[in-house]
């Protein structure tokens, strides 16, 4: 009975903060939090899992399927004309018509993310680095399917004008405020790496449209750049190397720097870690660049990273530069972000 209350509470609050963002699941929220039968659907994941994003992440992997064909009406990323009306009683209807399929995604996937729109705000960023040291090569720690490795694939349009990149079927689009240095030509990428706990490997159409189910489907533009950077993916993977960050970002950054400067990235990933564990992963960093000149572009909540040594304590998305040079750490807080990379806030002073 507890768990139940905690499942509606869930559900409503889910409606309350997130109704704006995906007015489609904003509504079926409120409505499954009066329907115990779909909310108990949710007791096939381990405790922590149980939240509503992942009812909704199975029911949209069940709709790429090609299953629940009338559902799918309603989802904007999925049909060309919405149709009117509720959509809560046909989402009853297919949910109670697959309750196994549900219940099995459920009780074996997690909720993943793999934002490309994030590189609209590293760009700025590595243009600095790439001006300083020449070619980039590029360890990316907490990858997930290393879709951020392609960003010099990717085309880019600041909503101040400037623009980089061109004829790519992913288009970033970012509105800025500040002076962000957007490079006049895109830096240079000689190699690129990944690391991730739990990689996705962009050849397996389970994984990938797992990942696509995790996006909202109001989202369309977010949704359509995923499809699309997959398939650029697709065409020649990403080195990607399952592992930890802290214990293997070390021996990587030796790697990647045989290829040119070596610059990591972390983007919503150290969150994932204890205080304790983001000490180790400065430290492993501290310890690289006794050997390396190295740099390290960091796009995290410091709130929620309070072992890394990046000023502020906000939940938003704080960019900030980290770089050893001749054994010499240095830290630059630049920038404020939306956390998919829509918007911009630069705070430095133009380099
Ligand atoms: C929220 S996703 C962000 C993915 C990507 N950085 C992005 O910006 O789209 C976090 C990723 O970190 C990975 N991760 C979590 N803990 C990790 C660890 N200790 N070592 C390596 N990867 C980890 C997860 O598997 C997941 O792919």
């Not at 962000?180 to 990689?199: C, E, N, R």
């Not at 977010?222 to 960050?245: M, N, T």
């Not at 564990?277 to 492993?284: C, E």
């Amino acid at each position: 009975m507890a768990e139940l209350e905690k499942l509606e509470r869930d559900f409503r609050l889910f409606s309350q903060f997130n109704g704006k963002a995906s007015p489609l699941y904003g509504r079926l929220a409120l409505s499954i939090a009066d329907d115990p039968e779909l909310m108990t659907l949710l007791h096939a994941a381990p405790e922590q899992q149980q939240i509503p994003v992942l009812l909704f992440a199975a029911m949209h992997d069940l709709l790429l399927r090609g299953d629940g064909a009338e559902l799918a009406a309603f989802y904007p990323n999925l049909s060309s004309s919405v149709p009117d009306g509720d959509p809560f009683p046909v989402f009853r209807r297919v949910a109670l018509a697959n309750l196994s399929a549900l219940q099995a995604t459920i009780a074996s996937r997690n909720t993943q993310t793999n934002e490309v729109g994030r590189c609209a705000y590293f760009l700025p960023v590595f243009g600095i680095v790439a001006d300083e040291v020449g070619p980039l090569a590029q360890l990316d720690v907490g990858a997930s399917a290393g879709l951020n490795l392609y960003w010099p694939s990717y085309a880019y349009r600041y909503k101040d004008g400037r623009s980089v990149g061109a004829g790519s079927t992913v288009e970033l689009s970012c509105s800025t405020r500040g002076e962000p240095p957007i490079p006049q030509t895109m830096p240079k990428l000689s190699h690129a790496i990944g690391l991730d706990m739990s990689p996705i490997d962009v050849r397996d159409d389970e994984a990938v449209r797992w990942l696509e189910a995790c996006v909202w489907p109001d989202q369309e533009g977010r949704f359509q750049r995923l499809v699309s950077a997959i398939e650029i993916a697709r065409k020649s993977p990403p080195d990607l190397r399952q592992g930890d960050a802290v214990a293997n970002v070390g021996a990587l950054v030796e790697e990647v720097s045989a290829f040119g400067h070596p610059l990591v990235t972390t983007s919503w990933i150290l969150s994932y870690l204890t205080e304790e564990q983001q000490r180790a992963f400065v430290a492993a960093l501290d310890d690289a660049a006794t050997r390396h000149d190295l740099s390290w572009v960091v796009a995290e909540a410091p709130a929620q990273t309070p072992g890394l040594p990046i000023p502020g304590d906000e939940q938003i998305t704080v960019i900030s530069l980290v770089t050893w040079r001749s054994g010499e750490r240095s830290v630059r807080r630049l920038a404020t972000a939306h956390p998919h990379g829509s918007w911009l806030n630069w705070e430095s002073p133009t380099p």
